[in-house]
């Protein structure tokens, strides 16, 4: 006798704040075969309004209801949802929503097996920018133009693209564990249309304007910290974190391995902490002979300020750069007292990162190879480099182009 897979609910008890059903697989018999395929062929009437119904029983003896325009409709769905149970493709959808599934796929699937901060910025982007607006609609009712228009919401109050690609990036993997779960039947994130990135305006300085910074930034409390900056291209979470075992004076090296940032969401919450740096990949920059000459000036003023603080000095991580009681350099603190002298220059515009870009372009500018950059700068790949600093890479093609022009115009 041929018989059908019917599945069997179970529930597990030990989730939070729901109780998840699986299904299991066991016999169906031919009589509950013949009695499902009848009263999905029969069970279909019009209703009050003039659309019509048609009701069916899943494999587990559960009513559902399919509506549609016509009679015809309704009857070819019931007779596409005989064939996925006949076939032992049925789902019985859940009924969790989406903020409760979001919280639950980031407990059991991601925690502890990406980096905190990876962590802390989807816990952000779900509570921020997924639970106001989808979080109470079913993971089943869930829909791609329900989430396109939560990004078109998000841009227009302003979320970069690069943001919302991240929000995405989350919320595409969320459905695509559910639909591995059997708990929907597709990913509706997958059609999304997501904005494209722009580029984010750089403000290199120039090395006569560099020259003119060291000499405005000469008796700030932060000079030494700002001007090893310049020498190196450190990112400012790398750069407030540094620490003397970072440093090897006889090789003339400086180990990146962490970063210093604060912690967004969690239990350590608003915490300053060291993390893995932001691609995980650690690197050893060969330092200068003015990088190292301003780590031993540091060394100097910091053993100054030790004696001054006695009892009060707090430098329990061995940091390099530091305040006047050893704790460490605030960000914001850093950043007004860059802001004060770019503005004395007469170019406001310029952020704390352009640093970076400045050690960047003067570096390719100086014919430094883009492998060589790419690694001290800690890039993923030297494609992204070009891509960065294309602009740069398009002077030194000039230059070379002059060069050769001066060299064939002689014969």
Not at 164 to 182: C, E, F, Q, S
């Amino acid at each position: 006798m041929t018989r059908m897979v019917r599945l069997d609910r179970i529930k597990v008890p030990n989730l939070d704040n729901f109780s998840l059903t699986i299904f299991i697989v066991s016999s169906l018999t031919s009589t509950e075969k013949e009695r499902t395929m009848t009263e999905m062929k029969n069970n279909i009437r019009q209703r009050p309004n003039g659309t019509w119904e048609g009701r069916y029983y899943d494999v587990d003896g559960k009513q559902h209801s399919l509506y549609g325009r016509t009679k015809a409709i309704v009857k070819d769905k019931l007779a596409s949802k005989r064939a996925e149970i006949v076939s032992g493709n049925s789902i019985t959808e859940t009924d969790l929503t989406i903020e409760q599934w979001g919280w639950e796929w980031m407990q059991t699937f991601k925690a502890g097996k990406i980096k905190h901060s990876t962590m802390d910025n989807y816990e952000s982007d779900f509570r921020l920018h997924v639970v106001p607006y989808i979080g109470h609609v079913k993971l089943k009712d869930l829909t791609t133009l329900m989430i396109q228009r939560v990004y078109i919401l998000l841009e227009e109050k302003g979320l970069s693209p690069k943001s919302i690609r991240n929000v995405h990036g989350m919320l595409h993997g969320m459905l695509d564990k559910a639909m591995k779960m059997d708990l929907i039947r597709k990913n509706v994130s997958k059609n999304c249309e997501l904005p494209p990135i722009r580029k984010t305006e750089m403000h290199p300085l120039t090395k006569e304007e560099m020259g003119t910074f060291m000499t405005l930034a000469k008796d700030d409390e932060y000079y030494l910290m700002m001007r090893f900056d310049f020498f190196t291209g450190l990112r400012e979470s790398e750069l407030i974190g540094l620490t003397w075992d970072c440093v090897d004076f006889e090789k003339h090296t400086l180990r990146i391995y962490r970063q210093f940032v604060r912690i967004a969401s969690g239990p350590d919450k608003g915490k300053m902490m060291y993390t893995p740096l932001k691609n995980g990949k650690e690197r050893t920059i060969t330092l200068t002979v003015t990088a190292l000459n301003v780590l031993r000036e540091a060394k100097r003023k910091q053993n100054e300020m030790h004696l001054r603080a006695g009892s009060s000095w707090h430098n329990e991580c061995n940091m390099i750069f530091t305040r006047s009681n050893g704790m460490f350099v605030r960000f914001k603190t850093l950043y007004v007292h860059f802001k004060a002298i770019v503005k004395q220059m007469g170019r406001p515009e310029v952020r704390f990162h352009d640093v970076r870009h400045t050690y960047a372009t003067l570096s390719l500018q100086s014919h430094v190879d883009p492998k060589t950059l790419s690694e001290a700068l800690g890039h993923a790949t030297v494609a992204f480099t070009l891509d960065v600093y294309g602009h740069s890479n398009a002077d030194m093609r000039q230059q070379a182009a002059d060069q050769l022009e001066r060299l064939i115009c002689q014969y």
